[in-house]
Structures are given as C-alpha cells and as structure tokens.
C-alpha cells in the first residue's frame, strides 16, 4: 500500500498551485466583492488544460485521471471556491454525461470543445420542485417530427448564463407515467430556451448560479443523449463523479482555513505569548489537521477506485459527506481561532466559511448521502 503521489501527480498540483496563488489570489476579493465571473481566468485555465483533466486526449481533454481531476479543484478551491465549483459543475457535470452516454457525432461537435476549454459546460437537473427526488420532474419534453420541444425550467443551476452547452433531464411524454427521464444536449441560444433569475447567494459569489427557462425549445432529435427513459441511470452515475469534485472543492476551503488560522496563531499574541502557545488554540489546530488529513484520503480514495474502475458509489458519497461537514468544522474553527478579526471581511475566513456551506448541500444534500450510504451498505431503503 502506497500512499505517495506520483510525479505525474505531483506536478499537476504544483502547476495548479503556481496558476491559483499567481493569477486567482491577487483578484478573488474583488471578483467575490463584486460578483464578477472570472472570464479570464477560467480561459487560462483552459489553456492549461485544467477544463478537461480526466479525459482522453482523442475527445479534446488533457489525458489525466480522477485523482489529478481531485488534486485540480482541490488547489482552485484553496485560493477560490467560486472557480473550484465553475470548474468542477463544467467538469463533473456538463462534460461527463456526454462522455459515457454520447454518440461519437456528440462527442466530436459537444464533448471535444468542452473538454479542451473552448466552451464551458453545465447541467441542469434540479427544479423549483424537483431537488433531492428527481422523480418530481416537471420538464417535459415531446418528439415534433425531427425536434425534440422542452417545456419547464431548472433552479440552482451552477454556470447558468454563462455556459455554452447544457445537459438537461426531462420526462418525455412515453415516459410520462413511469416518471423515468431523458436527458438532452441543448446549446445557448436554442429557440425558446432563456435564462431566468441569477441567484444572490450567501457564497461564492463570482460564480452563477440561476434558472434555465424552457418554453416550446426545439433541439434537434439527434440531441437526445443516450436511450430515451435511461437518464435515470445516466445521472446517478454523473453524480458519483460529482461528488469526488464536490468532496475536492471542500478539502481545498479546509485546508486554506487551516492555514489562515495557523499563520493567524503563531503571529498573535496575547499575555506576552503567541496564542498558538495556548492548549486551547493548540488543540483546535491539531484537530483542523487531523480531519482534513483523513478528509483528504477518502477523497482520493473514491478518486483511486474510479481510476481502476471499481464500485466507488458508496467510497464517493463517504468522501463528499465527511469532507464537506469537516469544511464546516474547520471553516468555523478558523473563524473561532481569530477572534473579532475573523468576523470580518478584512481576513478570509469568514468567506471559506460562507463557501464551504454549499458543499454540503451541492450534489446531494448530507443527509441523501447517508441514504445512498446506508442503502448500499445494508440492501434497503432508509426514508
């Protein structure tokens, strides 16, 4: 048993690292102050390939695997989660449905450019209805000759607005009874399909988040991804992924938390003493450390299993659930380790503390992962 990275590995956490501190760190406050996309810097970092990293090259992505995918939103996070869940909804979510259900005509004219950083992705499943129970879907869509027409809309969709390309789930009207969806490919600017309210949020502000409106969008037939009914499956298997992505995004708040209270520590004094010298400070750091240490191996863990083509369902919603919870504790205990100076906005800490509260929410709540966990675990369903 090996826990060292590879140089492979190792390299793409350097070249992560040097492009977040050397173009994000200098303008995440203004971006986050402003509610500013960072269209510049998600072109960079397409350039460096860090759109398409578990991809093969032949479909346009940078030929790396789930664990370098990992070790990427974890280093984007760290400086700024807003470019971390840009990155990691584009990647996890707007690119793979096409990569394991699409057609080869899909995967040159949609995939090829997502993967490479040419256009960006999205993916929209969830509805002002339909969140954590995808069978309360209320798009539809019906077949019109050599068009498929979408009616409905989507809520909390991450890209929304911005992206090129969205995959969208929808009952078709032969799987109307059973509940079973679809999903489709529909490109910015299709007949009938608008963008609708961009949400205000308590975080991660430089990134959109919004409705996608649906109102008689006509797509061409050909943009059904894989078999009419079979979404189902096809979007419990995006979501596995998303969750390493998810679960990386959390380990990366954490960790830059951990290392402005440490820093913070050893700097302040207080009663002639750094308070880093104090057992109740100490211990608190010691903690970060440790939780953040086992957060960070089941992420990769789950990223390892999907890299050899293993069950990682259950290893998956492990890694998001305690890594985002351990975002929260670690968030606030940095908060809690500055004192006054950590309710304010001259110091980043309060701001990791606002991100990381959507990791526990995003790709499924904490409680769904406990339901996908103990389902897989004992063979029932819990309710």
Known sequence: MD???SPEHEEIRRTVRD?????IAPVVDELEREGKFPHEIIREAASLGLLGVPYPE?????GLDALAYAITIEELSRVSGSVGIIVSAHTSLGCNPLYLAGTQAQKDRYLRPLASGEKLGAYGLTEPGAGSDSRGTRTRARREGDCWVLNGSKRFITNAGVADTYIITAVTEREAESGRISAFIVEAGAPGFGIGRIEEKMGLHASKTGELLFEDCRIPVENLLGEEGKGDKLFLRTLDGGRIGIGAMALGLAQAAF???SAYARQREQFGKPIAAFQGIAFMIADMATEIDAARLMVYRAAWLKDRDRPYTTEAAMAKLYASEVAARVTDAAIQVHGGYGYVTEYKVERYLRDAKLTEIGEGTSQI????IARNLLGVRAS
Not at 58 to 62: K, M, Y
């Open 3 to 5: 826990f060292a990275l």
């Open 259 to 261: 290392e402005a209270a």
């Open 58 to 62: 032949e479909v346009g992505g940078t």
């Open 369 to 372: 992962q406990r339901l996908v």
């Open 19 to 23: 492009f977040a501190e050397r173009r």
